[in-house]
């Protein structure tokens, strides 16, 4: 394969204020930002001050969530049209943050995949493939890229979102809950390499939200009994801006 060529940072210009402006000044680089949770998070990033760098796979979805964060929001985000599943081109993201800002204040990794449910021997090895990708080695591959970012930062923190089928051995869940556990055990072990510095790695749990991967999981549930993924925006927005959350040894659930 040739080499990866470089994420494109696309800048906006100006947008009107918002009054809450907790994160004024901060860095945020938020994964799977078109849409569900990484989507909203975004948005509470921005509406609290925070300069967002929105990534995902579809350009015209990332242009649509840059005209709402505009109009509620500012500063306007960055927009980075990129497959998470490309390691070469999460390197490239990172050097792009640290020539433009030289340092990431936070962190959320949203992006995830279900792949369906299914038993554990009738799993398409390129379903089990592309889930590993997303789930857990494009957070490895953000860790490896953006740790120096994140300690450049005097309160980084990196919020990684996982679910309660990592822990609760239901069948057919076996791929995407794999992916969680890993996930889980592999940001426990990053928290506990950089608890002597100001950075955090935190593990959310938002529980059930209405979000199309929760529809494919759950066709029949009535979307209106789940929290909508505003709701948990909020929280992770608010969990960036702790001052200590301290390390993840047990997962934090975003709502019970």
Same mark, same amino acid.
């Given at each position: 394969?040739?080499?990866?060529? %470089?994420?494109?940072?696309?800048?906006?210009?100006?947008? %009107?204020?918002?009054?809450?402006? +907790?994160?004024?000044?901060?860095?945020?680089? *938020?994964?799977?930002?078109?849409?569900?949770?990484?989507?909203? +998070?975004?948005?509470?990033?921005?509406?609290?001050?925070?300069?967002?760098?929105? *990534?995902?796979?579809?350009?015209?979805?990332?242009?649509?969530?840059?005209?709402?964060?505009?109009?509620?929001?500012?500063?306007?985000?960055?927009? *980075?049209?990129?497959?998470?599943?490309? =390691?070469?081109? @999460?390197?490239?993201?990172?050097?792009?943050?640290?020539?433009?800002?030289?340092?990431?204040? @936070?962190?959320?990794?949203?992006?995830?995949?279900? =792949?369906?449910?299914?038993?554990?021997?009738?799993?398409?090895? &390129?379903?089990?493939?592309? @889930?590993?990708?997303?789930?857990?080695?494009?957070?490895?591959?953000?860790?490896?890229?953006?740790?120096?970012?994140?300690?450049?930062?005097?309160?980084?923190?990196?919020?990684?979102?996982?679910?309660?089928?990592?822990?609760?051995?239901?069948?057919?869940? =076996?791929?995407?809950?794999?992916?969680?556990?890993?996930?889980?055990?592999?940001?426990?072990?990053?928290? +506990?390499?950089?608890?002597?510095?100001?950075?955090?790695? @935190?593990?959310?749990?938002?529980?059930?939200?209405? &979000?199309?991967?929760?529809?494919?999981?759950?066709?029949?549930?009535?979307?209106?009994?789940?929290?909508?993924?505003?709701?948990?925006?909020?929280?992770?927005?608010?969990?960036?801006? +702790?001052?200590?959350?301290?390390?993840? &040894? &047990? *997962?934090?659930?975003?709502?019970?």
């Amino acid at each position: 394969m040739g080499a990866t060529a %470089p994420p494109e940072l696309i800048a906006e210009t100006t947008t %009107p204020m918002n009054h809450d402006q +907790s994160l004024a000044g901060r860095i945020a680089l *938020v994964t799977g930002a078109t849409r569900g949770i990484g989507r909203a +998070s975004a948005l509470a990033l921005a509406q609290a001050g925070a300069h967002v760098i929105a *990534v995902g796979r579809t350009q015209g979805a990332l242009e649509d969530l840059d005209d709402e964060i505009r109009s509620v929001a500012s500063p306007p985000p960055t927009l *980075v049209p990129m497959d998470l599943t490309d =390691g070469g081109a @999460i390197d490239q993201l990172g050097l792009a943050i640290f020539e433009r800002h030289k340092r990431l204040d @936070i962190l959320v990794h949203g992006a995830g995949a279900l =792949g369906g449910l299914r038993p554990v021997a009738h799993v398409p090895p &390129t379903v089990w493939d592309m @889930i590993l990708a997303t789930n857990l080695t494009s957070a490895y591959r953000l860790i490896r890229s953006l740790e120096p970012l994140l300690r450049a930062s005097d309160r980084g923190r990196a919020i990684f979102l996982t679910d309660a089928a990592a822990r609760n051995e239901e069948p057919f869940w =076996g791929a995407y809950a794999a992916s969680k556990a890993a996930l889980e055990a592999l940001v426990r072990a990053w928290a +506990s390499e950089v608890s002597l510095s100001p950075l955090r790695a @935190i593990l959310a749990d938002p529980g059930p939200t209405r &979000t199309k991967l929760r529809a494919q999981a759950f066709p029949g549930e009535d979307p209106k009994d789940l929290a909508s993924p505003s709701e948990i925006g909020r929280l992770i927005a608010n969990l960036a801006g +702790s001052v200590d959350p301290g390390p993840p &040894t &047990t *997962v934090i659930e975003l709502r019970s």
